[in-house]
């Protein structure tokens, strides 16, 4: 049974972490990068400031409700990621800790990993037992024209901060790459993101595509030879991602609450919620790749609404 909360949400499942238990800790759309594929729209608090948006008392208060409400439930992981940079939150630091001291469901951070330049941020997340930063470009050309950061964020500047990190995390460190039709799946590109890799020595690297409505209109995710020639090109370590399983639980409770408080972090197929569901001021429907997802109304998108 899906519970309701304010910062912490799910189950919900995950191509990478199976059952994971979601904290959100930063507010809708708070980022310091607009990437193109982003499935919850345009950045709206372009920022690289880092702030306790959420205090830590209220996560783990939240967190120690759902893990109560969920006992006998599986959950394979609790994962930090935002509506947004979730290494925004200036909180981490005590809330990664809290968690790892008190329940055996192992913690893992999804970011862009473009603070982990700054050390205080690297400091917080040592104690993550998998911390998934995303690297989706090799020149900073590319870098600019699909993560879109803020100007004074470079493409060394983001690689510098994966190289430290790497050097000082004990915990499992798996690479993220969004494969973009005709944008970063070519042979050269993909040669490119290689040789980065190569000195960050990720654990894996996760081969991802957009799956859920992108922000731009005009994103494509990379076709089958796309997928192979990247595997060929970024090594042993690189796997393709599986499609996310609809294996939504929306039983028991308010069950319309219960799926606008998911369907605010993570759209949905329409076609995967067994519920009937009108727009109204906290969701709305977004058109992709010919079908029709249920989005937070905060998200703003370009084309199809």
């Known amino acids: 049974m899906a519970q309701v909360m304010a910062k912490v949400y799910g189950p919900v499942p995950s191509r990478r972490l199976g059952r994971s238990l979601g904290i959100d800790p930063i507010p809708m759309k708070t980022c310091n990068w607009n990437c193109v594929y982003c499935q919850l729209g345009r950045t709206r608090r372009f920022t690289r400031d880092r702030k306790p948006f959420v205090p830590a008392c209220t996560i783990l208060e939240e967190v120690e409700a759902a893990l109560c409400a969920h ?5 394979d992981w609790i994962t930090v990621v935002g509506s947004g940079e979730p290494t925004l939150n200036s909180e981490l630091g005590a809330i990664i800790p809290r968690l790892k001291d008190s329940t055996d469901i192992p913690v893992a951070v999804i970011t862009n990993g473009s603070l982990l330049e700054v050390r205080e941020v690297r400091n917080d997340l040592l104690r993550a037992d998998a911390v998934m930063p995303s690297l989706d470009a090799g020149t900073d050309d590319l870098f600019r024209r699909i993560n879109r950061p803020r100007r004074s964020l470079t493409l060394e500047k983001h690689l510098d901060g994966l190289r430290r990190f790497r050097e000082e995390f004990c915990g499992s460190l798996w690479v993220e790459v969004m494969l973009l039709r005709g944008v970063n799946d070519n042979e050269g590109a993909l040669t490119a993101i290689a040789e980065h890799l190569l000195e960050i020595r990720p654990d894996r690297i996760d081969l991802s595509y957009p799956e859920r409505p992108p922000y731009e209109s005009w994103v494509r995710p990379t076709d089958r ?19 996310t399983p609809p294996d939504f639980d929306f039983t028991g409770g308010d069950v319309q609450e219960t ?6 972090r993570h759209p949905i ?4 919620i067994p519920h009937t569901m009108v727009e109204n001021s906290k969701v709305q429907r977004v058109r992709r790749y010919g079908r029709w997802f249920w989005t937070s109304r905060e998200g703003d998108y370009d084309g199809d609404r």
């Open 269 to 272: 197929p329409v076609e995967e």
């Open 259 to 264: 799926l606008v408080d998911v369907i605010q």
């Open 225 to 243: 030879e796309g997928q192979l020639r990247a595997l060929a090109l970024l090594g042993t370590a690189a796997r393709v991602l599986p499609p």
């Open 71 to 75: 006992q006998g439930d599986r959950i």
